[in-house]
């Protein structure tokens, strides 16, 4: 059994108890929610924090997944689980849905959480190339209120975002437009590994025409990366098989894969041009399928 | 307790024995499916302390200095031991497995990530683990060997200098078959075929880690070893060799183990710690290893690097099989393997067919990489030998543009050759190939499958079709020609029938899940007509059992199944002599139907066996010259192997986007010879099918260029889930062993042997019309899209 090195814990019963916390404890204390990523970081002792503040007593504050017209907000302690049976949310972003069906397993998605997976920011992290490609926001919240940043802004670096020692993620907002859906796309080794890499797309169409589209990447760069010059290549175009095909290989161009375990640089530039494709396509079919 | 009566036509019926083989529900599995299994992390006693031990964080270093005090200084700390302690008490090295020594704690250098260097004996897990980090070592870092292939150049740094005289990384040359012979062969063969394979470096991860309690009792100086052994009689013998402690003063017990596939043969050095941590602090000590430390410190499995060849007739009958191989045996080498065969059974490469000539040459190194070479349910190295030859035979059809189906039949030995000598001299007991094989294409639908391919190819998708035709050699052994460390591989077994009719049978083999406690209540009740529900089965207990090697190799029904049958045929005997009295007639007219002895001729004039076990124990007079009690105890030496076999017929999709693989269905026609309880071989045959499609397509120990290994946790050595299995199509066929009292065979490992070969050759089927004859495991979907673009590359 692989165990952590001696550490204070304490249960948050509100988002300010835990904010209050943070504040006294700084930089030597971290929240816990689901835990897959932070506990086995501190069995390995890669992570040692002197103080743990459970969050998981804010699921009540924290666990929602609000549709409405023009935005969908989803609380930051809403569990993987949430997320994948949440039909309302499938209806209009049907991407989250086929990105949970590939994150983990049951045990990880009944505990995992929308915020500590981004906040993780592993460069691999599925919900993060979702929040990417949907143009979501997120609500930090500290001791003097919030702020609302990009999921641009959010990310810093692998393993480092916007959200301060005494600050915490509350919120995630994705806008809601007209005539688009989403698709997910994922190759991994094995059920459950991370990704090799994962592309998720998301389209808007108007009159037939792209109005506007997205795509996120993961595993083939330092965070998940949103690709503007896609977005720019695919605006005012009428969807089309050599257009998914051009958006692939811009894509591929444009992320900075290495060499590991996973895959060769090369395959996983290979896979971001092959699942941009598909993510495309399977978007616009989406919407087409709608009428 | 039902049986059933799934028995192939073709062998005896058991209609005049009550109860015995056939499908049973296995008694084990009440406790362990209500989570009351009793594991060696469940052992508590009182006082107990726990050990955890400081491993090396580099490949190869020497060892400046060791500064223990300030763990000393903790205050939940009881021992600090080094190598330096150990040396002092004799301990620091331990005899391995073949002849080598292995650094029980580092006393010079480090010579694998991962190896241990000192240990610590605390109040609690977390304590022992804190004073780890208090632990002050400063290494002098050296260049490790890495690359095996470099692992014998001159410039290469000597990894065992601790050994007398030693000035390179060789361990040993070993060859079979006939060198001449075969070159002839192959000079004047039409086709030859070679290839360059390799089969990586795996580990058997089992769900237990490994694991101790130690309590050693001062006053009577007695050591009591709860362990995760798959051979408790065999480590209790080494115990008392190595420590220098008196055998019948050790007791090891193996409770319930949670798999070992071949890793929980050695004796690691974390063992040997508790114990010392135990004799020094005079308490009982635990260590259980974690998650990273089992997949990076104990015993790996394969590390081959082969190449194959092959020679033929332009017409498909092959006429040899000729490979030379590089094996990485790590930093020592601690391969399990009979003394004799330093190889292993490799040296049944020749495979399932009849040959004119073999030779094999293996050249055996150092690298500073952690020791082993044991395991995953290799049948002694049988895995890499039948990967090797069906790989090869499959590269010989893509040069010939035969069916691999076609080519195999054309090639298998007959029927009517058996008992058949192979070219590298080992003795086939049984055997009739052909029905096997033709079992599974008409499971498969063979050739319909392959119309569905021509289709698919057609439409530029990428199916494979793999076949792979396997004999294994298990049950080792006979002692004449195998011992593991001067220990004989015979098998004890006890068998007593108590007054009220019930029985416990005793064996020196040990379970680490594979049913023994119902396969061997099933065998004893078969010869003597007690139900299995009526006979427990003890086992896993140095005190309580006899003496024998212990459960890996598939050895457990081809040894001491065999001693099972013959202790109760033993103990059925003197029931015989006992009914003879109580029924006033001779022996000779006495008929042994149901469980029970009655005058032939007059079927109401009968004894049960219940009844003769009360007489046996009771007040009444017994025949002449006969003991009270019925009882018995044997040791059964095997004459030979047991040499089962089978037929795979993998069928896999390929995307040929992403190049994942699919495995879309599995054939597995297995012939085992006799079948004790089907449903437990079909289970073995599950896990061993699931093991080989994660060797096949994703398993790997790899390491980078500085000696890290990149596989120390299941996050980055992957096994294979539910979601990437197919749902497993198997069946059989029944050729019985000559020899072994019931005709069975090992099948253990069968499954883990047979399924990567077909798997690969399925893969590698897929493939072709990208014009590639072979590709590597473990095939992960990068590694595909290099075979697809042309450029397969080799694992290592």
Known sequence: MQVPAPVEYERATSVDHAIGLLERLGGSARLVAGGHSLLPMMKLRLASPEYLIDINDLHGELGYIRVEPAEVRIGAMTRHRELLESGELAEVFPIFRDAERVIADPVVRNRGTLGGSLCQADPSEDLSAVCTTLGASCVIRGGSGERVVTMEEFYRGPYETAVEDAEMLVEIRVPVRPSGSSAYEKVERRAGDWAIVSAGAAVWLDGGLIADARVGLAAVGPNTTGLTAVSDALRGREPSEELYEQAGALAADSCSPVTDMRGSAEYKRHLAKELTRRALRRSVARINERG | ?796
């Open chain 2, 1 to 796: 307790m039902t049986t059933t009566d799934e028995r192939p036509a073709g062998f005896e019926k058991n209609d005049h024995k009550p109860v015995g083989h056939g499908r049973m529900l296995r008694k084990e599995d009440p406790r362990f499916i209500r989570g009351k299994g009793r594991y060696v992390d469940d052992v508590q006693l009182p006082g107990m302390l726990h050990c955890a031990i400081l491993r090396a964080p580099v490949a190869h270093a020497r060892i400046v200095s060791i500064d223990t005090s300030a763990a000393e200084a903790h205050p939940k700390v009881k021992a600090v031991v080094t190598g330096a302690t150990l040396t002092g008490l004799g301990l620091a090295w331990m005899p391995t497995l073949s002849g080598d020594v292995q650094a029980v704690l580092a006393t010079d250098k480090v010579r694998f990530q991962g190896q241990e260097v000192a240990f610590v004996v605390a109040e609690d897990r977390y304590a022992a683990r804190d004073a780890l980090e208090l632990i002050d070592v400063e290494y002098d870092v050296l260049d490790p060997v890495i690359d095996v292939r470099k692992a014998l150049d001159p410039s290469a740094p000597v990894i065992r200098d601790d050994l007398d005289g030693k000035r390179n990384n060789h361990i040993f040359d070993w060859e079979t078959g006939d060198e001449a012979a075969t070159e002839a062969v192959f000079a004047s063969a039409d086709v030859v075929v070679s290839e360059d394979i390799v089969y990586p470096r795996v580990h058997p991860a089992p769900m237990e880690t490994c694991g101790c309690v130690a309590d050693y009792d001062r006053i009577d100086s007695r050591l009591t070893l709860w362990s995760t052994s798959q051979a408790p009689h065999a480590h209790r013998t080494l115990y008392a060799i190595v420590a220098g402690l008196p055998e019948h003063k050790i007791r090891v017990i193996s409770p319930d183990i949670g798999g070992g596939f071949g890793g929980k043969v050695p004796i690691y050095p974390g063992y040997v710690c508790a114990i010392v941590g135990s004799i020094v602090t005079g308490k009982p000590v635990k260590w259980m290893e974690d998650r990273s430390e089992n997949l990076t410190s104990t015993g790996f499995a394969r590390d081959y690097i082969m190449r194959g060849e092959i020679a033929a007739t332009r017409d498909g009958r092959i006429l040899a099989v000729r490979t030379n191989v590089l094996a990485d045996h790590g930093a020592f080498n601690g391969v399990a393997a009979p003394v004799k065969y330093p190889a292993g059974f490799f040296g049944v490469f020749t495979g399932s067919y009849d040959l004119q000539a073999a030779y094999c040459k293996m050249t055996a190194v150092y690298t500073n990489k952690a020791p082993g070479g044991v395991a995953y349910a290799c049948s002694f190295r049988i895995t890499e030998a039948v990967y090797l030859v069906e790989r090869i035979v499959d590269c010989l059809a893509y040069e010939l543009k035969m069916d691999p189906v076609e080519l195999r039949i054309k090639n298998f030995i007959q029927p009517e050759q058996f008992p058949y000598r192979t070219k590298t001299g080992w003795l086939y007991d049984s055997g009739d190939y052909e029905p096997t094989m033709r079992k599974a294409l008409e499971i498969a639908g063979y050739d319909d499958l392959r119309k569905e391919q021509a289709e698919r190819r057609a439409r530029g998708e990428l199916m494979g079709i793999g076949v792979a035709f396997f004999t294994e050699a298990v049950g080792a052994g006979p002692r004449k020609d195998m011992d593991i460390l001067g220990l004989g591989m015979a098998d004890g077994c006890e068998l007593r029938v108590h007054p009220t009719g019930k029985a416990v049978v005793r064996l020196s083999v040990q379970s680490q899940g594979q049913g023994h406690e119902t396969t061997f209540a099933q065998i004893v009740a078969e010869e003597i007509g007690i139900p299995p529900a009526d006979i427990d089965v003890v086992h896993g207990d140095t005190d309580q059992t006899p003496f024998g090697l212990g459960t890996y190799g598939s050895r457990s029904t081809p040894v001491s199944g065999a001693a099972a049958a013959l202790v109760a045929r033993k103990v059925r005997d003197k029931a015989r002599i006992i009914a003879s009295g109580m029924l006033e007639v001779s022996v000779a007219d006495l008929e042994w139907v149901k469980g029970a002895f009655h005058v032939k001729g007059d079927p109401e004039k009968s004894v049960t066996i219940q009844d003769i076990a009360m007489r046996a124990h009771g007040a009444g007079d017994l025949p002449e010259g006969i003991e009270g009690g019925l009882e018995a105890q044997i040791c059964y030496n095997p004459e030979n192997l047991t040499y089962p076999h089978g037929a795979y017929i993998c069928v896999v999709d390929i995307d040929p986007g992403t190049a994942q693989v699919k495995v879309r269905r599995f054939v597995a026609v297995d012939d085992c010879g006799t079948r004790i309880n089907p449903m437990i071989i079909e289970g073995q045959v599950h896990r061993g099918l699931t093991d080989g499609v994660g060797m096949a397509l994703m398993e790997m120990i790899a390491f980078d260029e500085d000696g890290n290994c990149l596989g120390g946790s299941l996050m980055d050595y992957l096994i294979p889930t539910a979601l990437e299995v197919p749902d497993w199509e198997t069946g059989f066929t029944v050729t019985p062993s000559p020899h072994h009292p019931i005709g069975a065979k090992g099948v253990g490992e069968s499954a883990t042997v047979g399924s990567p070969p077909a798997i690969v050759n399925a893969v590698v089927d897929a493939l072709r019309p990208f014009g590639i004859r072979h590709a590597d495991m473990p095939l992960t979907p990068s590694r595909v899209w290099d075979a697809m673009r042309g450029v397969p590359r080799p694992p290592v």
